[in-house]
């Protein structure tokens, strides 16, 4: 089954310490997305990546940091310096930037910092 | 920056009944993209439709239609014959049709309207 996975579903993270969260997909997308979503609120942009090894910035990518060394994979490290991390991370992706902008989501990962 | 704004966090509907969402928009560009997205008690996000900013023909899906003004940039969302499946929490979104190449590419949502179905 083509999709994107999002693992783990829950994390709990002791305050300082540096986690990542995986995201995956099989539908041979060129776009990759990562949001945060807080109690409340819609989704905010937090980095995305148009092909391998780039990727630029969203609206709050302070405290966090992203790689994408595969076009299959788009992990999202919170580090220390995230002052809140705790809320619902979810991951998207789209075909390619310019041609369908339609985004499909991943089931999303809660993080709570202890 | 663009902005899209749900004015109503939540709305009520009896089951069979048609209800609307509202959603409004700011921008200063000419092409772009809207999108409804529906998140259940899952927290998953799903695709309810979409409308291309050129398209004057209003998109529609099954159940589900759009009302788009692009001049007044409004973006309402009509659910007809609403079932209990519909029960979530309905986003409106925004993309840009321009790639800034360096800026924030990708969607600007609003802050969701939650819809309940009386049975």
């Known amino acids: 089954d083509g999709g994107i996975t999002q693992s783990p579903k829950y994390l709990f993270r002791k305050e300082g310490q540096n986690v990542t969260l995986s995201c995956e997909q099989n539908l041979n997308h060129d776009a990759m997305y990562w949001y945060r979503q807080d109690p409340g609120q819609g989704l905010r942009l937090i980095y995305y990546s148009q092909i391998v090894n780039d990727f630029q910035k969203g609206d709050i990518a302070e405290g966090y940091s992203v790689s994408r060394e595969k076009k299959e994979s788009f992990p999202l490290t919170v580090t220390s310096a995230q002052k809140n991390p705790t809320a619902f991370y979810l991951c998207?992706?789209?075909?390619?930037?310019?041609?369908?902008?339609?985004?499909?989501f991943g089931p999303g990962t809660r993080l709570t910092v202890l | 920056a663009q902005t899209v704004t749900q004015s109503q966090p939540e709305m009520s509907v009896q089951e069979a009944e048609t209800v609307t969402l509202s959603c409004t928009y700011d921008t200063s560009e000419s092409d772009y993209y809207l999108f409804w997205y529906k998140q259940p008690p899952s927290r998953q996000m799903i695709l309810v439709i979409r409308q291309e900013a050129y398209k004057q023909q209003n998109a529609t899906e099954n159940r589900f239609s759009v009302n788009f003004q692009k001049a007044a940039k409004s973006f309402s969302l009509k659910i007809s014959d609403s079932q209990l499946g519909d029960a979530a929490m309905y986003f409106c979104?925004?993309?840009?049709?321009?790639?800034?190449?360096?800026?924030?590419?990708?969607?600007?949502f609003g802050k969701g309207t939650h819809l309940i179905i009386q049975p």
């Open positions: 979104a925004y993309r840009s049709g321009i790639y800034s190449g360096g800026g924030a590419d990708g969607l600007t």
């Open positions: 998207a992706s789209s075909i390619a930037e310019g041609i369908t902008d339609t985004q499909y």
